[in-house]
């Protein structure tokens, strides 16, 4: 199984700021997603993580907001920027592991105030 | 685009009692269906998977789901249930023409409470 740890696990940041998410993998994965759960709700894809390219936007999310690195196979960020409270969600990253089986991080717990 | 419907937002249910949490999609090409639980402030825990071969697919924790292509349904199932199994459940497919199973589409969620 694939072991995917994200960073932070938690935050409260201020209105206008911007924060950094980090989705380390224990093992190389050609793609990595990102996901947004806003409270109460389900989940979302926001994009697809490509390593050497650039990231694929689902609609309604664009790269301004939302800019995504993926320097090498194991490791992927995302970015918030220009953070307003309708930001505040869980953001998971995930993957595909052997045999087709999606695997999930923990979550990064966001409240914007 | 294919979507997947999760017709109860919630189940409550008495602990021991089975339980069913339905699950519909709607995709005209070959599918990957997930279940995955998300107990109270954690993230998401993969219940079980059906991928291909038989359509009775067992899971952890004692879950089961049946993949009914002709209903494009993909109910979980549970015999008895435990006060532990409150949580919320999830219902996810991934359409194979997109070119990767890994791209996965929610349901809202179906919030499972056992109480005694």
């Known amino acids: 199984s694939a072991v995917i740890s994200q960073k932070p696990s938690r935050d409260i940041c201020q209105r206008g700021t911007s924060l950094t998410i980090q989705c380390q993998v224990d093992?190389?994965?050609?793609?990595m997603f990102w996901y947004r759960q806003q409270p109460g709700q389900s989940l979302t894809l926001i994009a697809t993580?490509?390593?050497?390219?650039?990231?694929?936007?689902e609609s309604g999310f664009v790269i301004d907001k939302f800019p995504i690195s993926r320097p090498n196979l194991t490791f992927s960020t995302l970015t918030v920027s220009n953070m307003s409270p309708e930001d505040s969600s869980i953001y998971l990253c995930?993957?595909?592991?052997?045999?087709?089986?999606?695997?999930f991080g923990e979550g990064s717990w966001l409240t914007v105030v | 685009a294919q979507s997947v419907t999760q017709l109860d937002s919630q189940v409550p249910v008495f602990e021991e009692a089975p339980v069913e949490l339905r699950c519909n999609y709607s995709s005209s090409v070959s599918v990957y269906l997930f279940w995955y639980v998300q107990y109270p402030n954690q993230g998401l825990q993969l219940l079980l998977k059906?991928?291909?071969?038989?359509?009775l697919v067992k899971g952890i924790n004692g879950f089961e789901a049946e993949f009914n292509k002709s209903q494009t349904s993909f109910h979980l199932r549970k015999p008895s249930v435990h006060i532990s199994d409150t949580a919320e459940y999830f219902c996810?497919?991934?359409?194979?023409?997109?070119?990767?199973?890994?791209?996965?589409?929610f349901g809202t969620g179906t919030r499972l409470q056992v109480t005694l």
């Open positions: 059906y991928l291909s071969g038989s359509t």
């Open positions: 993580a490509n390593q050497g390219s650039e990231a694929t936007y």
């Open positions: 995930s993957v595909e592991g052997v045999s087709g089986t999606i695997y």
């Open positions: 093992s190389q994965v050609t793609m």
């Open positions: 996810a497919v991934s359409d194979l023409s997109t070119g990767t199973a890994s791209k996965l589409t």
